[in-house]
């Protein structure tokens, strides 16, 4: 397995975390693959739609149950859960950079590598204004790429710095 | 000018460890007198902008920050608990002295006689040898934090990051948000060495992990103006031809931790050298008690582990210290318990596996 010498999860990991195409709600993606005591996501799941038998399980989605309200995106302390809606092609990842976009905003689409894979349409902005939470970033991207753009960069505006 | 002090319970160290001691004394009535080096409590986790593992219930995805922050305010509003900052606890001899060097509001030493003493001294970096490593722009991973996060100074432009444990990788990542662009983090191990969602979440931005890769030299004139890295083999050394130039104002060491045993050990507490544990490290038995009667050791000062498991270490040192004094209280029996189940659960991942291994041979070395 690649993703623990490189951080990238290798593809097999990924099977199945994907929503189906006519998903009437978003689904979160859980891309936790390793053993270790962590268990917030689980706590804050309003429809315990994410089980663990124990502290240090990796956490299992049960998607029926899962109502795509993002609180597991927010709380997730390793950023690694992610929400995904094919329906509007819309993808929710976690931000804790500053500057914080703007709703309309484009940004870079980022893989799970990092390589600038699209450009995205900011739709909608959680916890912009909430210090100690992490924000989380809705942004609109291409179809075959909702199950690869995990992370945004806010272009460099010229009046944004200094 | 030297003042004399009376004392009930000093604890030496204002960390994870020191605050859930002092915190937890107190709740036995226990008088205490909490001492910090630097101006501000909180050890390590005023600088831990990142969120906590851990159990939901005990402060998990909550910043340590802000876990710096609710302790500290706990503390300020406890009658029982008096604050020394800005002092060093310098020497603790075979007759109980501790002395104090106050730094502020009045230089003076102050000398006094604990009945009992709870050392959360902490751990130190440790450095590695390789040429160039004297050079400005050559950094220990606490001091990148300190200057980023305490003092919002930009240690560097971009850096080579030494390490992939948690503190390497949760340091990358906090290069990256304060706008240091981090040109790799190498890791000599065959693989990564911290939890990979942290790995996982710099990979994101783009910064290469190189695992069995290693520095071999920092140059520059007068401060790093490039790293050299390099491949190694099953034997951990370089692989000549695999050098790699990379063009960086600054090297982030985080390649380990080793406990702060110098106090302890003045005053007679048995250290011996376990590695898995950080090197020298007091002994003591899982209630946090050392070979002397009075002293208790709690956080990585004990053993390199990480905050929660320094907080729980520090509440059980704190029972230990209160039984000590004579408290006699189901109080204690039911928070042992639970605080050891806590640490049992928080240990029981791989990563734990070290510590572990270290505890046990730590055990076996009870002296006679």
Redesign the interface.
Known sequence: MK???????DRELLEGLAPPPDRAKPLAVL??????????C???CPTDAIVMN???DIPRLIPERCTGCAKCVV??????IFMVWPKKNLVWVPH???PIPERGEIVDA??????VIAQAEVKAVMNARKK?E?TVVCVQVPKELLMEV??I?VREKKDARD | MSEKLDVQLAVVGGGPAGLAAALAASRFGLEVLLIDENKELGGQLIKQT????????HM??V?GI?IANRLKKEIRENSHITVFLDTTAVGYYENGELLLYRKSPEEKLVSCFPKAVIFATGARENMLAFPGNDLPGVYGAGAVQTLMNVYGVLPARKILMVGSGNIGLIVSYQL??AGTEVAAIVEIL???GG?????????????P?L?RHTIIEARGKEWVEEAVIAKVGEDFNPIEGTEKVLEVDAVCLAVGLSPIVELVRQAGVYTPYIPELGGLVPWHDDDMRTNLPNVFVAGDLAGIEEATTAMLEGELAALSAAEYFGVKSEEIQKMRKDRKARLE???????SDKVKNGLQKLAAKRPK
């Open positions: 993703l623990f010498e490189t951080g990238i999860p891309e936790c693959f390793e053993e270790f005591p962590c268990d917030p689980k706590a804050v124990r502290i240090t709380a997730c302390p390793g950023l690694a804790e950079f500053v980022l893989d799970r590598e990092g390589n100690l992490t995990r992370a960069r | 990142h969120k906590f593992f851990g159990s939901h219930n998990a995805s910043r802000e990256l948000q065959p693989w990564i939890y990979i969602v942290h790995a996982s979440k710099v990979r994101r931005y783009g910064v992990i695992t659960e928080l240990r029981a991942s791989r990563f």
